[in-house]
């Protein structure tokens, strides 16, 4: 069973509800610090932990901070030897002053004062040790009596939304940016039920592996060797809602609001990235984005390096100007082609595979090449993946895998923003309640990467840049 480390911090106000909470964390894991344990959980362990502390806290007065460390046995979790700076550096009063900070950043989005301190109680209850994260339990754990406020900061209150988005990626890009960083496009399910939430449809869910009624929304993700966060989100809608527009309307989607790809999606918050001045190296994305020509001749066209990922079947232009599927290309290279590298730790160890290239495209543009890439299964030859590539010329084979792996952060995004951030917990059917959900997510979880990445690095807490 695959475990993660969670770092555990919590401040509890009543001293036997803290004997309590501690002598409860002791069955799950190590002391740190006399309110800091290490765990290692199983998805089921944390369900359980969550359930238990959930069970002994004052919703209202207590706090819980659950932070996601990865996988035990990569290099950069926690360990033994990095107690350190995590009993020195990673306590309550650190995470608290992130967010003051971060709170001040987006205070100027607000209208109102009233929604301006509720979105701070929102996203703690974000992070907060709770077993659901939706209206009521938000509420009860900022003392309030009723869910109407917090639901009303979803639908209703007078802030920008967007505003608070663009606000995210510069915290991110401030916080975790580097030249050689990584865009990450893919998207996401939430399931459903009913036919009234915006965009839900019964479609294939990629979290859910089938199809389900669900909600897709196409996400932006950043990394870079300083930490990964989402910075930018776009919900899907299949064509049986843009050509309803009496639907649209009950939910709150705007009229100018049309049918857009999921390729499109990303093209669009790519180009918000690009304008924002976001530094970055390469693009990435899985093959529902790369079989899409229209993306990789715009990526090119603003000559943004990308290693995109494309089914076997894809047709491309070789280097005497033939149209030759992907996977006949790959087959017709002789076995020294193919070199094993490792392209860092996945979430069930080591990501090791054999590797190949070759050139395609018949003419390359000063100092720019394009490579039909492969990554081959070590247990299982026929398993192959394929990817087509675009970037400067002297791009090794080992850089080129190395971005086609960076994709699996993402992933790490989504699993920790769901777990840790509440990502899924909404219940919110309209527009604009769930871009509002999903800004405040993705703004709690860049709160928690910023956190870790301070601690890493040694550094005390700071107020952000307004």
């Known amino acids: 069973m695959h475990r993660r480390r969670y770092l555990v911090a919590y401040d509890i106000s009543d001293d036997r509800r803290l004997r309590r909470v501690a002598a409860k964390m002791e069955s799950y894991g190590d002391r740190a610090q006399y309110s800091v344990f290490l765990c290692d959980l199983s998805r089921a362990d944390l369900a359980d932990l969550r359930h238990d502390l959930c069970e002994i806290i004052d919703q209202g007065e207590d706090y819980i901070l659950i932070v996601d460390l990865g996988d035990p046995a990569t290099p950069n979790t926690a360990t033994a030897l990095d107690l350190l700076w995590i009993m020195v550096f990673v306590v309550v009063d650190l995470v608290v002053a992130e967010l003051d900070g971060l709170h001040e950043r987006i205070a100027g989005r607000f209208a109102r004062s009233e ?33 109407d406020g917090m639901q009303r900061l979803l639908r209703r209150a007078d802030w920008d939304v967007d505003g608070v988005r663009d606000d995210v990626r510069d915290y991110v890009v ?20 009913g ?70 999606q990303l093209m669009t918050m790519l180009a918000r990235a690009f304008d924002a001045g976001v530094p970055f190296s390469w693009v990435t994305a899985d093959e529902a984005y790369g079989q899409a020509q229209y993306l990789r001749d715009w990526l090119e066209d603003h000559d943004a390096w990308h290693v995109l990922a494309l089914r076997c079947k894809d047709t491309l232009t070789t ?16 076995g020294r082609s193919w070199r094993r590298l490792s392209v860092g730790a996945g979430a069930h160890g080591p990501r090791d595979y054999d590797w190949a290239r070759l050139p395609i495209r018949t003419t390359w543009r000063p100092g720019r090449g394009h490579w039909l890439l492969a990554r081959r299964s070590i247990s299982d030859p026929t ?3 394929y990817y087509v ?51 405040l997510s993705m703004l709690a979880l860049a709160w928690l990467a910023a956190t870790k990445t301070r601690a890493e690095k040694g550094e005390p807490a700071q107020a952000t840049q307004a």
């Open 115 to 147: 929604p301006r301190a509720r979105v701070r109680e929102y996203v703690s209850g974000l992070v907060a040790g709770l077993e659901r994260k939706n209206g009521w339990t938000l509420a009860e754990h900022a003392g309030e009596v009723s869910p």
């Open 174 to 193: 401030e916080r975790l940016g580097d030249r050689q960083g990584v865009l990450i496009g893919d998207e996401t399910g939430f399931i459903k039920k």
């Open 195 to 264: 036919v009234r939430s915006a965009g839900v449809q019964r479609q294939y869910s990629g979290t859910a592996g089938r199809t389900e009624n669900c909600q897709i929304g196409t996400f932006l993700a950043y990394a870079s060797v300083h930490g990964h966060a989402l910075i930018d989100r776009e919900l899907y809608l299949p064509t049986s809602w843009t050509e309803d527009r009496d639907r649209c309307r009950a939910a709150g989607i705007p009229d100018e609001v049309g049918f857009a790809t999921k390729p499109r």
């Open 319 to 334: 280097t005497d100007g033939a149209q030759q599927r992907a996977d006949e290309l790959i087959a017709s290279l002789p």
């Open 383 to 385: 398993e192959i993946a």
């Open 389 to 439: 590539c675009y970037g400067p010329r002297r791009s090794t084979l080992l850089d080129l895998a190395w971005i086609a792996g960076s994709r699996w952060h993402i992933e790490e995004c989504f699993q920790q923003a769901k777990n840790e951030a509440g990502l899924d917990h909404y219940q919110a059917r309209t527009w604009r309640a769930w871009y509002a959900h999903i800004t």
